[in-house]
């Protein structure tokens, strides 16, 4: 069969395995080791990916050694127990034909418990506690230690380990002079700090044997002062090849590098670059990753010859069945990752499970039920903002007869007003992929229309699932009839002219999207404008790749206001946040708090935010609807958009 994607689904020979394509589902800690049937959960997890077509499943990390944990509680590989217990994961993936990888992590200064050790007693600015120094004979034990997980990985029936050797994490410690200041063999010259990686790979080698499979992730880009220059990182990827690694993996930046690696504002595929410089450094295989959520980039990467396999994350969190469609000619049917973290990552940062925005049934496997529904009812769903498509979507998939009302004349909701933020592009696809599956599944879609009770009665729906969304509420502060305030739906929707000089007042999500989009200068969003903005150096001849920044001039003076005491946008999500408060700040923006004495800036207009309200739904009186005893009707009890996918969901999940 021709496809698409020949490079994409080519396979390949890897030290004494095949792989069945070059898709590689990349680490991700996903918690489920705090819920309870946390191996069933874990299994059934990458169970679906394995069946989705993915090729080679690496874990989230486990350590080493209580030490190596990231937090009390964190997953660790000690004890032949626990090897015995992962069985069934293991079993899982090779029933559906893929690949399985143990990554071993080490977290070091980034530990969070009173374990913390590092190379150096050097703090980590993302964390309060200081490492303790490992001594000598420490070194020696933590590689021992590493040799025997994996040696359990083994018994676990793990094909192979990652050795994770990027991000920052302990091994990553002892590369960066910024993070190793010893005197002794473990530290000083090139070949003293990367006596560490070496030594374990070939530990692990020796102790393995040949038909083991070694991935080493290797820092491609430090992005930290003082970190590896290019020549160093190829240097080492040379020693680690040497010492018997069989693929190289890439990650870019550490967890403290003031540079966005993975969020939404990065450009697809941007740090391809520094992978394909490895890929020329070494002879054996080497995987890019960071931000390839289509078919398409990851096969334009193959097929330049940037890398040999493309690592996956959130991807496979969004569609267990990516590579699946991508086979099959589907690609369009592709649920997108729009790289927002805010259900994955920003779920982990705050001792949550993970899941997926755009999938809820990512991490909750064995609780939603999948199949058909027992009995197709016929369902009508108000409003199609991200709710209402989901679940629109989800019961017409579930084989309910559905229809969609939406008042405006375009589908999407605020959907419609997130795509218009400068990097928040992504939205558009996730729209799209909306609209082709409403499309595919055959539901009855009804724009420019506001369903009455008594439509709905006539048309006697079994359940009415309104999911209507919110509007603005207007703040009562002096002043707000003047002709100079806006409202934020018309700025992002461009219905109106925004002067030079202006007043944000609200300074939460929002508040901080119309700020990117007044300071927007309109220019496409590549890559080689992200680089430059955020000051990376693609030689990386400086040590750590970074260099002067070059934001854009910013085109407006803004000021933000917020009435709530402590940091400004304080509320905002964890992975990203910081991104955007530093770009205000990069850009001059005044922020300003109600406690804290301040002059009125003088404006040309003043944007009023400040909450939002649930659309009462045009006079329609819900309680009314159920007038038959058959018909139900659901509310939605939170709209805004980070809660109502799952929302729907469960809702769906119901209707059985
Ligand atoms: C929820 C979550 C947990 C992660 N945990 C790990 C981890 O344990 N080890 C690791 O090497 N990378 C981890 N990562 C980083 C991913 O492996 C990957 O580098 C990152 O998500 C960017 O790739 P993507 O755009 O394909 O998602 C994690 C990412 C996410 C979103
Ligand atoms: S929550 Fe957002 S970033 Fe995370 S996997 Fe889902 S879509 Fe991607």
Known sequence: MSSAFPQLLSPLRVGRHTLRNRVVMGSMHT????????????????????????????????????????????????AVPQADELRGVTE?????????????????????????????????????????????????????????????????????VELMGSEGYLINQFTARHTNTREDEWGGSLENRSRFPVELT???????????????RISAIDLVEGGSTGAEIDLLARAVEAAGADILNTGYGWHEAQTPTIAYQVPRAAWTFAAARLKRAVRIPVIASNRINTPETAEAILARGDADLISMARPLLADAEFVNKATEGRSDEI????????????????????????????????????????RGMRIAVVGSGPAGLSAAVESARRGHVVTLYEAESQLGGQLNLARRIPGKQEFEGLLRHFTRQLQLLSVDVRTRTRPT?????????????????????????????????????????????????????GAGGIGH?????????????????????????????????????????????????????????AGLGKSTGWILRSRLKRN??????????????????ALARAGATRIRCAGLQWSGVPSAASTRTTRFKRTHPRLSESGALRQVARLN
Request: aromatic share 4%.
């Open 588 to 605: 001059h923006v005044s922020r300003l708090m109600k406690s804290r004495p301040c002059s009125q800036p003088r404006v040309d207009n």
């Open 31 to 78: 918690r489920l080791e705090q819920l309870d049937q946390p191996l069933e959960r874990q299994a059934a997890f990458y169970a679906a990916r394995a069946a989705g077509g993915v090729a080679l499943i690496v874990t989230g990390g486990f350590s080493p050694n209580s030490e190596g944990r990231l937090e009390p509680g964190g997953p660790v590989l000690d």
């Open 92 to 160: 899982e993936a090779h029933r559906h034909g893929a690949k399985i990888l143990l990554q071993i992590l080490h977290a070091g200064r980034y530990a969070k418990h009173d374990e913390v050790v590092g190379p150096s007693a050097i703090r980590s600015p993302i964390n309060p506690l200081i490492p303790r120094a490992l001594t000598k004979g420490e070194i020696e034990r933590t590689l021992d230690d590493f040799v025997r997980c994996a040696q359990l990985a083994e018994r676990a029936g793990f094909d192979g």
């Open 202 to 216: 070939r530990h692990v080698r020796e102790a393995l044997g040949p038909d083991f499979l070694i991935m080493y």
């Open 335 to 374: 649920t997108p990752c729009i790289a927002c973290n805010q259900s994955c990552l920003d779920h982990i940062f705050t001792e949550r499970v993970a899941t997926c925005l755009v999938n809820p049934r990512a991490c909750r496997e064995t609780e939603f039920s999948n199949g058909p529904a027992s």
């Open 513 to 569: 999207d119309v700020a990117e989009l007044l300071l927007d200068d309109g220019q496409a969003h590549t890559t080689d404008k992200f680089l430059s903005e955020w000051g990376v150096d693609e030689s990386i001849v400086q040590p750590g790749g970074s260099t002067a920044p070059h934001p854009a001039q910013p085109l407006r003076e803004l000021y933000m206001l917020q009435r709530r005491p402590g940091r400004i946008g």
């Open 453 to 505: 009770p008594d439509h709905l009665r006539a048309q006697a729906f079994e359940h009415v699932i309104v999911a209507t969304g919110i509007v603005p509420r207007t703040p009562q502060i002096p002043g707000i009839d003047h002709p100079n305030v806006l409202g934020y739906i018309d700025v992002i929707q461009g219905r109106v002219e925004v002067g030079r000089r202006v007043a944000i007042i």
